[in-house]
């Protein structure tokens, strides 16, 4: 079956704008996790949805923010882009979001914010 | 909070020979799940191993083994002959109870020489 696709791959937007992201999970998951990666940060936790609800949320401004919808599909949006926001962004799909099921990783979108 | 930690920001192997990346993590609770993802340079993160703290039993997965110490709170990967494909950088990550998210540690990048 198909993975998880990020789209797009890459991605270069000016300081001040904003910026939408998308990922498709693996069919019939329903959890969708968001990853911020940068060389300094590592890997760290943005958002997961469930449903179509934001069941958890980490440690990022407001101007991080997701959806998700009825089939699955994600998108994550940042507004007002700051440099800093320059990274590699990952989602992760699972059955149910859980511990005991495997998280499936999409290849990423590198978003280069100039 | 939890954390983990990975020490080694690279690692070196010859082709055929064993190599261990080590992990702490930090931790209040008692039930939880460690694993070890791959990230190789095409940036998608595939999933090595995973242990379940209340299994005593060390997982393996063919070449990979991992070396659980549950009251050290350590979670080493051992990569026994190794090949040119396993270099990577490798996460070690952490996924609680009360989370529905992975909190990794900052990657340790290992290289393999033929």
């Known amino acids: 079956k198909a993975g998880v696709t990020q789209t797009p791959r890459y991605l270069i937007k000016t300081r001040g704008q904003q910026v939408t992201l998308s990922c498709s999970p693996i069919?019939?998951?329903?959890?969708v996790s968001w990853y911020q990666q940068t060389p300094g940060q590592g890997l760290q936790f943005l958002f997961e949805?469930?449903?179509?609800?934001?069941?958890n949320k980490g440690n990022f401004p407001g101007r991080f923010s997701g959806r998700q919808f009825s089939n699955s599909r994600s998108e994550m949006n940042v507004s007002t882009l700051e440099l800093g926001d320059s990274a590699l962004y990952l989602c992760?799909?699972?059955?149910?979001?859980?511990?005991?099921?495997?998280?499936?990783f999409g290849q990423g979108t590198r978003l280069t914010v100039v | 909070a939890q954390t983990v930690t990975q020490s080694q920001p690279e690692m070196s192997v010859q082709e055929a020979e064993t190599v261990t990346l080590s992990c702490t993590y930090d931790?209040?609770?008692?039930?939880?799940?460690l694993f070890w993802y791959k990230q190789p340079p095409s940036r998608q993160m595939i999933l090595v191993i995973r242990?379940?703290?209340?299994?005593?039993q060390n997982a393996t997965e063919n070449r990979f083994s991992v070396n659980f110490q549950k009251a050290a709170k350590s979670f080493s990967l051992k990569i026994s002959d190794s090949q040119l494909g396993d270099a990577a950088m490798y996460f070690c990550?952490?996924?609680?109870?009360?989370?529905?998210?992975?909190?990794f540690g900052k990657g340790t990048t290992l290289s393999v020489s033929s």
């Open positions: 990550a952490y996924w609680g109870q009360a989370g529905t998210a992975l909190i």
């Open positions: 949805y469930f449903s179509e609800t934001q069941r």
């Open positions: 931790t209040s609770e008692s039930d939880y799940y």
């Open positions: 069919s019939g998951h329903r959890s």
């Open positions: 992760a799909s699972s059955w149910e979001g859980e511990a005991n099921t495997e998280a499936f």
């Open positions: 242990q379940e703290a209340y299994k005593q």
